[in-house]
């Protein structure tokens, strides 16, 4: 099993910058990637940015590319989400999330942070 907790989220006015934090504990050892997602009133979770764990290759959604930024701490497993430039339609619920290599798919979720981004 793995455990995730995720902060960093809050009020930021467009324009602005806000960094979030993923702490995984438990079997981190097979983690073959982590990602973020978010999930916005009325809409369903979508994926944001991925890192995998070994080599730090990074993909993103189109909507987020030049804007946010995913990388990792692997002594810390901890994975992190720079959003700058944020905009209101980015206002959602941001979760993060782990791949074992045993499945290479999402399996394990935090309980999310709250990004509110005001016009």
């Known amino acids: 099993q793995v455990q995730l907790v995720e902060s960093g989220g809050g009020l930021v006015q467009t324009g602005g910058s806000l960094r979030l934090s993923c702490a995984a504990s438990g079997r981190t050892s097979s983690t073959a990637a982590m990602g973020w997602f978010r999930q916005a009133p009325g809409k369903e979770r979508e994926f944001v940015a991925g890192i995998y764990w070994s080599g730090g290759r990074t993909y993103y959604a189109d909507s987020v590319k030049g804007r946010f930024t995913i990388s990792r701490d692997n002594a810390k497993n901890t994975v992190y989400l720079q959003m700058n430039s944020l905009k209101p339609e980015d206002t959602a619920v941001y979760y993060c999330?782990?791949?074992?290599?045993?499945?290479?798919?999402?399996?394990?979720w935090g309980n999310g942070t709250l990004v509110t981004v005001s016009s």
């Open positions: 999330a782990v791949a074992p290599a045993s499945s290479r798919a999402y399996d394990y």
